[in-house]
């Protein structure tokens, strides 16, 4: 069975401070992992994922993300956070053999200016 | 590309009647549509997912009869809440996958039907 964890259901920062939203996953064999953002009363936006490849992901609005297999993690961050990236944001993982993706709880993300 | 619209947005209906949500792909095809559903501040919960032609597949816990799901043709499945009631109350969301898709590039979402049932 495919899970994810997100430690932390918010995460505080000020405009301008480096972003940090964490996540862990558990998997049989390869993980393919995502993040999605949700703002209020809207559908998921896909940020980036990994597959394979450099440990260190860049994706949509600035944010990355680094895939470490050890520790089972893949954080998502932006090193200078803006207000308007305040929301829900979504770990997910999928194994390779199956197109289901499974979702952490979320994070709220709020950035104060 | 990659634009998957949801309809409607909101919908109120009272308690017994039934609610019909569509779920298209724009610009693309979809085998496979997602249903999803979200409650306040939680994680998204699979609920079934079609294939275009076939029968949908449910999740573990959730009623076919009450959330029937048709995914005629490549671009459009629907899900129809049957005889809602207020526990029914949620936030669906469906996602897409494109034809000849790998298992590695990310679904498409809709931006998600808000349901209130009073």
């Known amino acids: 069975a495919q899970s994810v964890a997100q430690p932390e259901d918010q995460v505080n920062v000020a405009e301008g401070n480096p972003l940090t939203v964490k996540c862990t996953y558990s998997?049989?064999?390869?993980?393919?992992l995502f993040w999605y953002v949700q703002y209020p009363n809207r559908g998921l936006q896909f940020l980036l994922k990994?597959?394979?490849?450099?440990?260190l992901v860049k994706g949509s609005y600035g944010f990355e993300a680094e895939f470490n297999k050890s520790q089972t993690s893949f954080h998502l961050k932006k090193p200078s956070a803006l207000v308007s990236d305040s929301a829900l944001y979504f770990c997910?993982?999928?194994?390779?053999?199956?197109?289901?993706?499974?979702f952490g709880a979320g994070t709220t993300v709020t950035v104060r200016a | 590309g990659a634009v998957v619209s949801q309809h409607p947005s909101w919908v109120i209906c009272k308690s017994g009647t039934s609610v019909k949500i569509e779920c298209r792909s724009l610009d693309f095809q979809a085998t496979t549509m997602f249903w999803y559903r979200q409650f306040p501040k939680q994680s998204l919960m699979l609920m079934a997912t079609?294939?275009?032609?076939?029968?949908?597949?449910?999740e573990q816990g959730v009623e076919k009869d009450k959330f029937l799901i048709n995914h005629a043709s490549l671009t459009l499945s629907t899900l129809t809440v049957t005889s809602a009631h207020p526990e029914d109350s949620s936030f669906y969301i469906c996602?897409?996958?494109?034809?000849?898709?790998?298992?590695?590039?990310?679904?498409?979402f809709g931006n998600g039907t808000r349901l209130t049932v009073t």
């Open positions: 990994y597959i394979t490849g450099d440990n």
């Open positions: 996602s897409a996958r494109k034809l000849r898709q790998g298992s590695n590039s990310p679904l498409h």
């Open positions: 997910a993982v999928r194994d390779p053999n199956h197109y289901k993706l499974s």
């Open positions: 079609s294939n275009e032609g076939s029968k949908a597949t449910y």
């Open positions: 998997v049989s064999g390869n993980p393919y």
